[in-house]
């Protein structure tokens, strides 16, 4: 904001802060305005608290810009606990800001020093992240301020000064205790972060203070890594301080690419030499096997090249087989360093992994001369093939090199080879719209054919037409042997491909030449339709007059019907002289085509059809009510549209208004919706409809839901302007609609504008009129968020606010359920008994405020009345229990606040709020829940559900070990339902820290078995938790325990299909039930695990497996069985039942467990 506005800002709400009553009403106003809440907008930075979508009330003005004299005149007004939709106080905003004052002002006032914002701000990293050394000093010279508090991103100040690049911040927050090593969440620490931005001398203050430099950081290497890759600031400073503070200079990122790769790539000589002079590896690959030489020839470094060279770099092939010539030549490096990698032994003719191009083929590409010859010199085989059959001609055809065309020809490379599109390289060199006509000249002269067509029928001089290369065209017909009749496997002709193009000298030549107008094309299209549609449409009156003297078919049809005109109106807004031409040649006006549009239907789809073509169209003669299909005729399009003066052409022309469409809508009813029009549309519907009551339309018309203009302009919120207009015309409010039985009055309620129009009808005679799920109007404009609509509805009188639902649901618990305190505070002050109201299942108004989140909400309502605060619905849960339940950390840490909330209480099945908690994963709350006083931490469910079991499931290792260090972790007792122990469940989370902190624990036995034999084992299994399967089998659990129903973990991982449990499975020696798992992978047709089960043994294994099984496959004509088994069926021997289980049997076990 420039000084000057905001100096005149600043006077401006000064003054306007000491007119009071002023200064409250805007302080309790619900309505937002742009203009005043631009003026609070915070800078964004480094997630900084910004204020973007925030109520702009007086205490973010006064903390946003620091304004004191307001502050001290208006104190008794302000809320300064107040937090907006991002959870941020005017404590953070004022800390961000640098307004040192206002932050004294508030903490002397009693606001907390660590205030929690809803992402864990705090006013310390606030201030940190606007780099405001006094208000940091001031913060850490007061007692209790948490110096390593972090974020719900896990920024703590320390990182935030870093990356922000403040070495004094730096050292306040070290000399008070910063924990120098601490990480986001993201991995990052003080020292990334400030590598990363390239803040030097941030760095060398943390080096001095011990920073670890090995720590991987959010980039995934070491702060010398992330200084590399980012190359920001003092970046190559930092790296070589890095360097000799000992930092790992061959640090790996997630891709493994190190700190020579990036300045290899990026072209940093320098660097370079430092980082090989300290004994960085030059040969290290990253993951795509690509080494710090490979990304110099990717960026054409020429000096990097021979310098890592120097230096004993190798030159090795990556992963997909490329090598440093396939690097250099795209790189586009000179020919001096393609003849050094030749000097060097890289294979020549070597091609990637999927065969795609060699080293000469992308040289070709590329076209340059002298480049081929080094590789031709170096014995380059000049047959060679890519996996898609392109020779070195066609790559030289498509580089567009005559001279590499010439020089490949002189080898006797074949000119009439094609690739797998069956193109020759005379095809590949007439398909590019860019191509070179000395190349398409060297293989006609060369005598390449002409007349070949490629997989799709397209001939060399079908794509120079369809690519409007004209002086190519004339080379081949010049050049004689043309068939001017060939067609592509399209059926597209020479001259098809050259109208649709819009040239009008290509086609003037083609026609010239012998291209004359053929029979009709399989599709229909005659050259006049494409002409038409050709995306050049500079040329296209020429061309469709050239057409139409040369006897084209003004009125032919293509396959959907459509004349050329039909074809030219549905593109395009039309030009007069076009269009008049059609007609001066016998144009058909009213045809139809298939789907029943006229040429008339046609332009008044368009969204901005031209009014002069409208009208030449009514000029001759036009049908102007002949409908479509649909029933749609020109007046329903135009009305759709929007546009006004349309509509009054074809009214004034005799449209008719009452016509109907096969939804039985009337255009009135389009008229009155809004589709994608502008505003300036918007204003013209209502010219729209206007117009067409007054032409006689109904204006209760309704459509075949029964819907009214009126429900039609609600619904989409047209403008109000429409619904007066409707409105007094009379239109019912009370008509219901088919599919919700609303009314008229039910959709006004999606606008605070149009309720007090539709709600002052003299017909709105039922005020709490129900829809088909017993809503009322009042509960539309409740979940509807529209204060003025309730306003208006409470304004009536005869409003029963206390009508429910199914459910018993009504419309003040569904405010409340979704969070609008404006209306929930409308409705209390008119029915303040309704706080009262509970639904079926018992549910409070603070159980709905509490389950959803909704902390504004609750704050009104406990202000209103707390008495029923520990109120329990049909499942015992108390409003705090709700919230824990959901997760909702701030509504909970609000609540412990209070004295009259119980945070020990027992609900369904015994559980507590700690318990319901657990199950959201949210660290933050469940220690929270923890340290309430007088938890008791070993406290389980009826059914045995313990803190530890639950941590167990739901893989929180961390409160696992917690636990465990408190005393309170049960881990060798089993669970009261089911039996199973904390492994099972910690083998169905899936968390392999879980799994091994359990099995560290004395007395866990790891092979216990729950009441229906499970193993954890079987449950890892069963759930498809790979990774716990392998760290279960790494500590040598039993593998072939069977459950209470005979199956092994191999034969439930073979119902699952999982291949890759089975493999782990027999690899640690499973054996038992191989042919049933066997079975069951055949009935599953799943031929990899077949495969593995064979591998294993599965036929050998029991001699009478065979013949029955494949008399039953061969009975269900079952041939992949049979192959996939191998086996001779001439082998007899006695018929033996399998132990499979059944398909119904493997679903009726998933369900029950």
């Known amino acids: 904001m420039p000084r000057g506005r905001r100096e005149d800002l600043v006077d401006k709400l000064e003054a306007f802060f000491r007119d009071e009553e002023a200064f409250s009403d805007w302080n309790h106003d619900s309505l937002e305005s742009d203009e005043r809440q631009n003026y609070f907008l915070m800078d964004t930075d480094f997630e900084s608290p910004c204020l973007s979508g925030h109520k702009a009330t007086p205490t973010f003005a006064i903390a946003k810009l620091g304004l004191i004299s307001a502050f001290d005149e208006q104190e008794d007004l302000l809320d300064w606990n107040y937090n907006n939709i991002k959870g941020q106080a005017p404590i953070h905003v004022a800390a961000f800001a640098g307004h040192l004052e206002v932050v004294q002002r508030l903490i002397e006032r009693g606001m907390d020093i660590n205030h929690r914002g809803d992402k864990d701000y705090s006013p310390l990293l606030a201030a940190c992240v606007g780099r405001h050394r006094n208000i940091v000093d001031y913060l850490l010279s007061l007692e209790g301020v948490e110096v390593n508090r972090r974020s719900r991103f896990g920024k703590a100040p320390l990182i935030a000064a870093s990356r922000a690049g403040d070495e004094n911040i730096c050292r306040l927050l070290l000399d008070k205790g910063a924990v120098i090593n601490l990480q986001a969440n993201d991995n990052d620490t003080a020292l990334t972060a400030a590598s990363e931005c390239g803040k030097l001398s941030v760095v060398q203050t943390l080096l001095k203070h011990g920073a670890d430099t090995e720590i991987v950081g ?8 992330a200084a590399a890759v980012c190359r920001e600031g003092q970046w190559a400073e930092i790296i070589k301080l890095l360097a000799r503070a000992g ?55 020429t000096k990097i090249i021979e310098y890592l060279l120097k230096n004993g770099a190798t030159c090795e092939p990556d992963t997909s087989g490329r090598t440093e010539l396939h690097e250099a030549i795209d790189g586009g490096c000179d020919v001096d360093i393609l003849k050094l990698f030749v000097s060097k032994g890289v294979d020549v003719n070597a091609k990637d992994n999927a065969g795609i191009k060699g080293a000469l083929h992308l040289a070709a590409r590329r076209g340059e001369h002298a480049i081929v010859q080094v590789l031709i010199d170096a014995e380059a085989d000049m047959n060679i093939k890519s996996s898609s059959g392109q020779t070195l001609l066609h790559e030289a055809a498509r580089g567009g090199s005559a001279d590499v065309v010439r020089r490949f020809l002189t080898y006797g490379v074949d000119i009439e080879a ?76 020479f001259l098809d491909l050259a109208a649709q193009s819009g040239d009008y000298e290509l086609v003037r030549s083609l026609l010239e030449h012998g291209a004359g107008i053929q029979p009709e094309a399989a599709s229909k299209q005659t050259p006049l339709h494409l002409a038409v549609m050709a995306e050049k449409q500079d040329k296209v009156y020429a061309i469709v007059e050239r057409l139409l003297e040369e006897g084209c078919d003004v009125n032919a049809r293509d396959d959907h019907g459509c004349t050329p005109l039909h074809a030219y109106l549905s593109l395009n807004e039309g030009k007069e002289n076009i269009v008049q031409l059609f007609f001066s040649q016998g144009a058909d006006i009213d045809v139809q085509d298939n789907d029943g549009d006229t040429v008339l239907n046609c332009l008044t789809e368009f969204k901005q059809p031209s009014e002069l073509i409208l009208r030449l169209l009514l000029k001759n003669g036009a049908d102007l009510n002949l409908g479509n299909y649909e029933g749609m005729t020109p007046l329903h399009n135009l009305a759709r549209s929007g546009l006004a003066s349309h509509v009054r052409i074809i009214l004034e022309a005799g449209a008719n208004s009452m016509a109907r469409d096969k939804h039985n809508r009337q255009p009135i009813q389009y008229a009155a919706k809004t589709n994608e029009a502008t505003v300036r549309a918007l204003l013209d519907f209502e010219a729209d409809v206007n117009l067409l009551l007054k032409m006689g339309a109904c204006v209760d018309a309704r459509d075949s839901e029964n819907k009214t203009p009126l429900m039609c302009a609600c619904e989409t919120v047209a403008s109000a302007q429409v619904v007066e207009i409707l409105i007094d015309a009379g239109a019912d409010p009370m008509i219901k609609d088919k599919t919700y039985g609303a009314t008229g009055h039910h959709y006004s309620c999606f606008s605070d504008d149009f309720a007090p129009v539709v709600i002052a009808s003299s017909k709105c005679v039922e005020i709490d009129v129900r829809d088909k799920s017993e809503s009322t109007p009042l509960m539309w404009a409740s979940w509807n968020a529209h204060p003025g609509a309730v306003k208006e509805l409470l304004k009536a009188g005869s409003v029963d606010t206390c009508v429910t639902k199914a459910g018993g649901i009504n419309a003040f618990l569904y405010a409340v359920m979704d969070g609008y305190v404006e209306v929930v505070k409308l409705l209390l002050v008119h029915n303040p008994g309704i706080i009262t109201a509970v639904d079926k299942r018992k549910n409070t108004a603070l159980h709905f405020a509490c389950r959803e989140g909704r902390l504004d909400v609750l704050k009104l309502l406990l202000d209103t009345d707390a008495s029923n605060i520990g109120a329990v619905n049909s499942k015992s849960y108390t409003a705090f229990d709700e919230a824990a339940k959901g997760g909702h950390t701030d509504i909970v840490a609000f609540m412990l606040a209070r004295d ?47 803190l530890f079991k639950m941590a167990a499931s739901m893989g929180l290792a961390s409160l696992c070990r917690t636990l465990i260090e408190k005393g309170v972790a049960d881990c060798t007792i089993p669970s009261k339902t089911g039996g199973f122990y904390p492994l099972h469940y910690a083998a169905t989370s899936g968390n392999v820290e879980v799994i091994e902190l359990l099995l560290s624990q004395p007395g866990v036995d790891k092979n216990v078995v729950s009441m229906n034999g499970y193993t954890s084992l079987c449950d890892a299994v069963r759930m498809g938790r790979e990774k716990s399967v392998e760290t279960l089998l790494a500590h040598n659990v039993e593998v072939d325990t069977p459950d209470n129903r005979g199956r092994t973990p191999l034969l439930i991982a073979s119902q699952k299909s999982n291949q890759n449990i089975v493999k782990a499975l027999l690899g640690a020696g499973a054996k038992a039930e191989l042919n049933d ?67 119904a049997e493997c679903v009726e076990e998933d369900l029950t467990s």
């Not at 060199?429 to 490629?454: I, P, T």
């Not at 709020?913 to 009826?942: F, Q, R």
Request: proline fraction near 2%; aromatic fraction near 4%; include cysteine.
């Open 247 to 301: 930092a790992n200079l061959d640090a790996q990122d997630a891709v493994k690419d190190t700190a020579l790769h990036m300045a290899a790539q990026a072209g940093e000589l320098d660097m370079v030499r430092f980082l090989v002079m300290k004994k960085a590896k030059v040969s290290i690959q990253n993951i795509a096997g690509k080494t710090a030489l490979d990304f110099a020839c990717a960026g054409n470094q």
């Open 218 to 225: 959010r980039l995934g290497g070491n702060a010398l890594l």
């Open 1077 to 1143: 798992a066997l079975s069951i992978a055949l009935t599953n047709r799943d031929e990899g695990l077949v495969q593995l089960l064979k591998n294993a043994g599965a036929i050998e294994q029991d001699e009478d497996f065979g013949i029955e099984e494949l008399m039953k496959m061969a009975t269900l004509g079952d041939v992949f069985g049979i192959e996939a088994l191998g086996t001779d069926t001439g082998d007899t021997a006695t018929a033996k039942e399998p132990q499979a289980i059944s398909g």
């Open 900 to 946: 009259d909330v119980d945070p020990h209480h027992r609900s369904v099945r015994d559980s507590t709020p700690l318990l319901l908690a657990v199950y959201t994963g949210k660290k933050d709350l469940i220690e929270m829940l923890m340290n309430v006083e007088g938890t008791d931490l070993a406290h389980g469910s009826t059914g045995g559900m313990t």
């Open 418 to 493: 094609r690739n797998k599109d069956e193109q020759t390289p005379l095809a590949v060199a007439c398909c590019e719209s860019e191509g070179s006509d000395d190349v398409v000249r060297v293989f006609l002269d060369a005598g390449a054919k002409v007349v070949v067509g490629d997989k799709w029928g397209y001939t060399p001089l079908h794509r120079l037409a369809g690519n409007m290369r004209r002086s190519a065209v004339m080379m081949l017909l010049e050049n004689g042997n043309v068939d001017m009749t060939a067609r592509t496997n399209s059926d597209l002709s």
